[in-house]
C-alpha cells in the first residue's frame, strides 16, 4: 500500500511570512495526527483528527497554526505569521484499524 | 507534571552484542507503549507495541519489556548489527483518543 504523502519536502521562509503543508495519509485511515519535531527532539502532537473532527488540538498555537482535514482525507496545516522558533521538520502520521501511526517523510521548514 | 525520559540521548555499542535502551515515565497511566525508529531526514517507523497488562514481547532481534509499577519500559536488541543504527523513540498512548506522547529518543550507534 502506498504511504503517508507529505509536501512539500522542504521550505525556507522569512519570519512573518506564511506557509502551508500538504498531508495525504494511507487509503482509509481514520486517525491523522501531525506533529513538530524540533532537531534533537522527540515528535510533539500538534493536532489530531479522527475523520474530519479534532480530537486533541491542546498544543496547537492556535494564534499562528491552523489546520482542516476536508472530507477526512487530506490535511493541511498552516502558519501564519511564521516565527523564527518555528524552524522545526513536521511530520504527519496516520493510524487505521490497528495502533500503530505510519509517518510521512516530514517537511523541514527553515525560517530566517 | 507528565514526563516521558529516555536514557542518555547516545548509546555506543560494540556489533554483536545487546543493546538496552530505557524509556521512563511519570504521571502517566498509558493504556500501551510503542517503539519506533527513525533514522536521519526521515519518519518514525513502528517496530512494536506492548500493553499495560503484558510483561514482555519478542520480534524477531528485538525485545521489549513494559513494568507499569517501575513505570519505566526496556527495548533490547540483540545481536546488533551497524544497520541497527539509528534513533529509537519510545511513546505512551493513553485515553480512548488515541494520543501519543513521544520521548526525545536515544540515537544508538553500533560499530562494526
Known amino acids: 500500500e502506498a504511504g503517508v504523502a507529505q509536501s512539500p519536502r522542504y521550505k525556507i521562509i522569512e519570519k512573518r511570512q506564511s506557509v502551508a503543508f500538504w498531508c495525504n495519509p494511507i487509503s482509509g485511515h481514520a486517525t491523522l495526527y501531525w506533529y513538530q519535531q524540533i532537531l534533537g527532539q522527540g515528535p510533539k502532537l500538534l493536532i489530531q483528527f479522527q475523520n474530519n473532527g479534532v480530537v486533541d488540538d491542546s498544543q496547537l498555537p492556535k494564534d499562528r497554526f491552523s489546520a482542516e482535514r476536508l472530507k477526512g482525507v487530506d490535511s493541511t496545516l498552516k502558519i501564519q505569521p511564521a516565527k523564527l522558533e518555528d524552524s522545526a521538520v513536521y511530520l504527519c502520521?496516520?493510524?487505521?484499524?490497528?495502533?500503530?501511526?505510519?509517518f510521512g517523510p516530514g517537511t523541514r521548514l527553515t525560517v530566517t | 507534571s507528565q514526563k516521558i525520559e529516555q536514557n542518555s540521548e547516545a548509546l555506543n555499542i560494540q556489533e554483536g552484542k545487546t543493546a538496552t535502551l530505557t524509556c521512563n515515565y511519570t504521571?502517566?497511566?498509558?493504556?500501551?507503549l510503542q517503539w519506533y525508529r527513525q533514522d536521519p531526514g526521515r519518519g518514525p517507523v513502528f517496530l512494536l507495541l506492548?500493553?499495560?497488562?503484558?510483561k514482555e514481547k519478542r520480534k524477531e532481534r528485538l525485545k521489549v519489556t513494559f513494568d507499569t509499577t517501575l513505570k519505566q519500559s526496556l527495548f533490547h536488541i540483540t545481536a546488533s548489527q551497524p544497520a541497527d543504527s539509528a534513533t529509537y523513540l519510545c511513546?505512551?498512548?493513553?485515553?480512548?483518543?488515541?494520543?501519543?506522547?513521544f520521548g526525545d529518543g536515544t540515537t544508538l550507534t553500533v560499530k562494526p
Open positions: 511513546a505512551l498512548e493513553t485515553g480512548n483518543a488515541g494520543k501519543s506522547t
Open positions: 502520521a496516520s493510524k487505521g484499524s490497528s495502533y500503530e501511526q505510519y
Open positions: 506492548i500493553r499495560e497488562n503484558e
Open positions: 504521571n502517566y497511566s498509558p493504556a500501551y
